[in-house]
């Protein structure tokens, strides 16, 4: 069975400063997706950013780039000149199968 | 035009009752799915159909019933609903099959609270 993990319960980071999200999961699967979810106060799920395991390169999406190192299982998700819109829980997830599987999430505060 | 719509958005109900969240998606996705986040915001996988087709079915209980007429539409029924079932259900949808496409569209969540 595959599981997502998100070590950091909180992170706090200063206004136009850069923070980095960890997660790391683990599946025997060589296929498969990856991506971060952003759920603000509104609770609405927002796709910040996806990668999929065949691609090599890192995807980005304007300021938030991920790190994808594949043999470790590892996807950190950095957003940098952090903005107060920026804060949210992030929810790191797998997806194998058809299957989305989510971390415990991490709580992105930004300070002015 | 809303992607993937839920209603409704907020539920309080007492204990023992039934009742239906709908969800409609109008993104041509194949795929729709329930999830239920709890209190600690954990969320889980409870059903997903494709066309129709009841694909995943976590263990939940049977008092959680789906229901999928066509493929734009997937209805969560929940009876004899208990205080633990207190959380919010997202619909989602995707459309499988092609990697280029594979993503997740979710609903805003319906916040269910049973008394």
């Known amino acids: 069975a595959q599981t997502v993990t998100q070590s950091q319960p909180e992170m706090s980071v200063q206004e136009a400063e850069t923070v980095t999200l960890s997660c790391t999961y683990d599946t025997s699967e060589s296929d498969y997706y990856l991506f971060w979810y952003k759920q603000p106060p509104s609770r609405q799920m927002i796709l910040v950013i996806r990668q999929e395991a065949y691609k090599q390169q890192n995807a980005t999406e304007n300021r938030f780039s991920v790190n994808f190192q594949k043999a470790a299982k590892s996807f950190s998700l950095k957003i940098s000149d952090s903005q107060l819109g920026d804060a949210a829980m992030y929810f790191c997830a797998f997806d194998s199968w058809g299957k989305l599987q989510f971390g415990a999430g991490t709580q992105v505060v930004v300070t002015p | 035009d809303t992607a993937v719509s839920q209603t409704p958005k907020y539920l309080v109900t007492q204990m023992g009752n039934d009742k239906s969240i709908k969800c409609e998606q109008n993104?041509?996705?194949?795929?729709m799915y329930w999830y239920k986040q709890d209190s600690k915001k954990f969320l889980k996988i409870m059903f997903s159909?494709?066309?129709?087709?009841?694909?995943i079915n976590e263990t939940v209980p049977n008092r959680f019933s789906p229901k999928s007429p066509d493929k734009a539409h997937l209805n969560l029924h929940i009876n004899s609903l208990e205080l633990g079932d207190s959380a919010v259900y997202f619909c989602?949808?995707?459309?499988?099959?092609?990697?280029?496409?594979?993503?997740?569209?979710f609903g805003s969540g319906t916040r269910l609270t049973v008394v």
């Open positions: 989602a949808s995707s459309q499988t099959g092609t990697k280029a496409s594979r993503g997740y569209t």
């Open positions: 993104l041509g996705h194949d795929t």
């Open positions: 159909y494709n066309n129709k087709e009841l694909i």
